[in-house]
């Protein structure tokens, strides 16, 4: 009767689960990622409506005077202080200083899935205002009379900096301001859709 297995077969059966290994925790690190990501940007979505619902309440329901945020510094500044200060646990302001954004952003551009870059540079434009919350990720705001725009990082400078993977959009809604929407829902964008993170396909973001 055999006993035990041999060299040869303990080396093979090492060699199988390695192959196994380099195939498959990659995928579940991956999945894992972006039940994380899906988890962030919806508690995000949800602080944001919520803290915009506040903000209505304290000015008697009067929906945001976007005449307040116009396409400047100032535009930019003028919403961190009317919907993020009050309601937000912020870690640091970064403002619109270039030196200061730096620390808590990327100084690049951010990329497409694909891996092109699109957009600009954001932290060497005064016209974006950024800070970092509790959590480790990073907002910035940018003032424009039609629809201000927020944008917000999972994970500040350390991820991979891309659209619909760890950085996405939110817009007051221009048919209805007294609502924030996901940019996709407003400008169409599926660079920006929660679904090219998601696993579960997700088109909303607060779905």
């Known amino acids: 009767m055999k006993k035990g297995f041999t060299l040869a077969e303990v080396i093979v059966t090492i060699i199988v689960l390695g192959i196994i290994a380099v195939v498959v925790v990659p995928n579940l690190y991956q999945k894992y990622q972006r039940r994380i990501t ?40 003028n919403m961190y202080n009317d919907i993020f200060a009050p309601y937000f646990q912020i ?17 690049t551009t951010i990329k497409k899935l694909s891996g092109v870059a699109h957009g600009v540079n954001y932290t060497n434009r005064d016209i974006y205002y950024a800070f970092q919350l509790k959590d ?57 859709s929660l679904k090219n993170a998601s696993s579960t396909n997700c088109e909303k973001v607060g779905a």
């Open 91 to 107: 870690k640091y302001v970064a403002g619109s200083n270039t030196a200061n954004k730096e620390k808590i952003m990327k100084s």
């Open 136 to 192: 480790g990720s990073v907002v910035w705001v940018r003032g424009r009379w039609y629809r201000p725009i927020i944008f917000y990082d999972v994970n500040g400078k350390g991820g991979d900096y891309q659209w619909g993977k760890d950085v996405f959009m939110f817009s007051i809604n221009p048919a209805n301001p007294r609502e924030i929407l996901p940019y996709n829902e407003i400008s169409g964008n599926s660079n920006l």
């Open 38 to 77: 899906v988890t962030k940007v919806k508690k995000f979505y949800s602080a944001l409506t919520e803290a915009y619902n506040q903000y209505l309440l304290a000015n008697n329901n009067v929906a945001l005077d976007i005449s307040r945020y116009p396409d400047n510094r100032q535009g930019a500044e």
